[in-house]
């Protein structure tokens, strides 16, 4: 990194002239020049009389560099090509003969090291670092099966369903239910798949968060009935790794949606 043109292009300069003797040589066309708090250049760099290209990111061992200074670009190239790897997988994803834990040495062998290849040297920001773990997680939590068995979590639907039924889990059947919370990529979509109200949305994100935390009096004081906890545990805290609680702020329940939908036809019929 030079402050000044001239000795950047006067270090260029000695550079060519040097590196023939350790039989190198440049090829113009793959080197870029990246401006960092300069919008331009006064004379432009070159190399063995060719001009070099000025531009906002290159690519060096496999890492995008960003003028910036951002890794922003770097974690959108991590992202798609991890995404990548993981569909070059899916047969094995679905193999059902394969156990959870083989499933998840592979994923941490190829996809997550393609997710993570250099991270070491990021100065990662909170939402970079948020696009990453919602990523991971519905990877880990769609694809690996992380989300509990659907006849299990059925069968402890119904077990206590005066508790969850409809007060944290909404109306339906326990069966139907249970298929929703296993196949809804997250909370937004349970709640939109369930019809819930904000009143359910929040007491369904307290019983996770209770979960999480480990805090039984918590969920005692909603209504957890004696006896439930180890089987709600052992169901629900897998629910909450599969990144169900990711784009919560997101949400819309339907509510919301009435709600917006009367006010933009308020709207409409005052102004027309």
Known sequence: MFEEEEKAQVFLNELTKVIPFFDMHFAPTKCKVILMDVQ???????????????????????????????????VNTRISKARAAFAYLRLLWRQKGLSLNLKGRVYQATVRAVLLYGCETWPIRAADLRRLQMFDSRSLGNRLELRPAEEHLQGFINKYREWLIP???????????????????????????????KAQVQRLIELLMGVKSGKQILLHMMGMPLGAWSELYVLFYRIYLSGFLND???????????????????FQRHFH
């Open 167 to 197: 007060d944290i889990l909404g109306e339906g059947k326990p069966e139907d239910l249970a298929t929703k919370l296993v196949e809804s990529r997250n909370i937004v979509d349970y709640a939109r798949a369930a019809h819930l109200t």
């Open 40 to 74: 331009s250049l006064n004379t432009p760099f070159t190399i063995q009389g060719e001009v070099l290209e000025v531009g906002e990111r290159f690519t060096y061992l496999g890492s995008c560099i960003s003028s910036d200074c951002s890794v922003t670009d770097e």
């Open 248 to 266: 919560v702020d997101q949400l819309q329940t339907a509510e919301d949606q009435r709600d917006s939908y009367w006010t933009k036809r308020r």
